[in-house]
């Protein structure tokens, strides 16, 4: 659930998504929580080149769909160097909420963790 201040889901990831498309160098890693039948399920979304990919579920074909429903909660996000090497993963910046990356500044691997 969000708040009044909140973006929906929604426009937080289309405009983390269009902040990524300038900067080819980073990759944003998005980890949160989708609610389940059962219990909360943990989810990991990377955000890169403009485009969001889960690696945790499926998504839909349709790039202009969400990756994320709007009941997922985003719990972090993490500015890793892109393209991403998991051999040699290199955290910029993070844990920080997903909404500090709307900030483009907050692309240049500055921010505090």
């Known amino acids: 659930m969000t708040d009044a201040a909140s973006p929906s889901i929604a426009a937080l990831l289309a405009a983390l998504e269009t902040i990524s ?5 980073r990759v944003l890693r998005l980890v949160g929580l989708l609610p389940g039948p059962a219990e909360d399920e ?12 889960s690696i945790t579920h499926p998504t839909a074909f349709d790039p202009d769909q969400p990756a994320l ?19 040699d993963e290199r955290r910029l910046a ?10 483009s500044r907050a692309w240049e ?3 505090a963790e």
């Open 21 to 25: 498309r300038e900067r080819p160098d």
């Open 42 to 53: 943990p989810f990991e979304l990377l955000i890169f080149r403009g485009f969001s990919s």
């Open 94 to 103: 993070g844990p920080l909420p997903a909404e500090a990356y709307l900030d």
């Open 109 to 111: 691997g500055t921010a």
């Open 69 to 87: 429903p709007e009941s997922a909660r985003i719990t972090a996000a993490e500015l890793l160097a892109g393209p991403l090497n998991p051999s």
